[in-house]
């Protein structure tokens, strides 16, 4: 998409910044201690007048299909802006997303390189608990076509074919809870892509998914004891009944 950024800068008339930006959203202060897993405070910034309201969706439209298929950086910025700030956008929102434009402006020539695999596909599974507005967490998937994980070996990579990145609709009591989801998340997502895999005549074994919360593999790999868990949104338990049934594969 050579010369796709250029054009979106000149119609939204976006002037590049003297400093260089390299991050398409602003950078959560870091926090330690107990407050660290207190919620983000609300935005009070003042709200956006009718016009600025259909800048910032023309905007998000513009590069949404763009951050997809090339440049997944973008992604958080947007699904931020798409789930929690576009509907009540303030000037905050706005901030956002020129903050975004200016990453773009100075990162214009995104790629994506892609090696010969085995077609297996592959997923990283993640989640960020109470890192969005309203307490909610935020979750994401790298999917990717590679080989079979063998213990003991560094994991295949190469680029991505999908990026899932997204907030959960509820509430998440806990990170375990927060990590299910995104492991629900991520398989929903998955079983289209293993069954378009298998009708192109690329059969999938049992898909890996790697995970690094050891609480969320005990759980859907039944070998731990489900007490406090059975709070958790029930629907994320699906996940649970999916590995069980030999198609999935959840590990580090």
């Known amino acids: 998409m050579s010369g796709y950024i250029k054009k979106v800068l000149q119609r939204y008339k976006h002037v590049q910044s003297a400093r260089k930006q390299y991050a398409p959203y602003p950078a959560v202060p870091r926090i330690y201690g107990a407050v660290a897993q207190a919620p983000s405070p609300d935005n009070n910034s003042p709200e956006a007048i009718e016009d600025e309201v259909k800048y910032i969706q023309k905007v998000v439209d513009t590069i949404l299909y763009y951050a997809r298929a090339v440049d997944i950086a973008v992604l958080m910025a947007l699904s931020t802006i798409l789930a929690s700030e576009q509907a009540k956008a303030t000037q905050t929102t706005i901030k956002i997303v020129k903050q975004m434009l200016d990453y773009l402006a100075w990162h214009p020539g995104a790629t994506i390189r892609f090696v010969a695999s085995e077609m297996v596909l592959n997923i990283h599974s993640d989640a960020s608990y109470l890192s969005a507005k309203g307490a909610k967490s935020r979750v994401a998937g790298n999917f990717s076509l590679s080989t079979i994980p063998i213990n003991g070996k560094p994991i295949f990579l190469n680029g991505a074919i999908y990026t ?81 049934a030999g198609n999935f594969d959840v590990q580090r």
């Open 164 to 244: 899932l990145s997204t907030i959960l609709k509820m509430v998440a009591a806990s990170a375990a809870e927060a990590e299910l989801g995104a492991l629900f998340m991520n398989i929903r997502e998955e079983r289209i892509m293993r069954l378009t895999l298998a009708e192109m005549g690329y059969s999938q074994p049992p898909t890996p998914i790697h995970s690094d919360n050891t609480t969320v593999m005990g759980i859907v790999n039944d070998i731990i004891k489900k007490q406090r868990s059975r709070s958790f949104e029930t629907r994320y338990f699906y996940a649970c009944d999916k590995v069980k």
